[in-house]
């Protein structure tokens, strides 16, 4: 299985339909669930709203499950590099998981818990458009992983 865990919801239906759109590729190939976590509202005290983002997706996570941070600080892969790194933790993990922070990013506690971090560009998205590239990215690895033609 495939968890995606965001912090915050989408809130732009345009947006959503794309995510929606996604979901149901993916669907063909894989269980896929999207949970979404109470974003912090933003205070002076930033460290204490990570915190709290932060305990929210860890509750959300099992002990087995291989943790995937999307992050400006993680290594960049492409797409190619993607699908094999999936093909290889299938095999391995029954759940791989893949977390979104919210605003501010992400907590100590939740950096230490994952596996790896991963960046999808040098540029800063929304997280919600980061939601959308994410799960393009994990369709086009099922594209390519299945020897089927996909856009380029």
Not at 21 to 32: A, G, P, T
Request: glycine share 4%; with cysteine.
């Amino acid at each position: 299985m495939i968890k995606l865990l965001c912090v915050g919801k989408v809130k732009d239906k345009n947006l959503s339909a794309l995510i929606n759109d996604y979901v149901k590729r993916i669907s063909r190939y894989h269980k896929l669930e999207i949970i979404e976590v109470k974003d912090e509202p933003i205070r002076d005290n930033e460290k204490a709203v990570l915190d709290i983002e932060a305990k929210r997706v860890l509750n959300c996570i099992a002990s087995d499950e291989y943790v995937i941070l999307m992050d400006l600080h993680g290594k960049s892969i492409d797409s190619l590099g993607f699908a094999e790194k999936m093909d290889k933790l299938f095999i391995q993990y029954p759940k791989i998981t893949f977390v979104i922070g919210g605003s501010l990013g992400l907590g100590e506690e939740l950096i230490d818990r994952a596996n790896e971090k991963l960046r999808l560009s040098d540029l800063t998205f929304l997280h919600q458009m980061t939601r959308l590239i994410l799960l393009e990215q994990i369709y086009r690895s099922f594209k390519i992983l299945n020897h089927e033609t996909y856009h380029k």
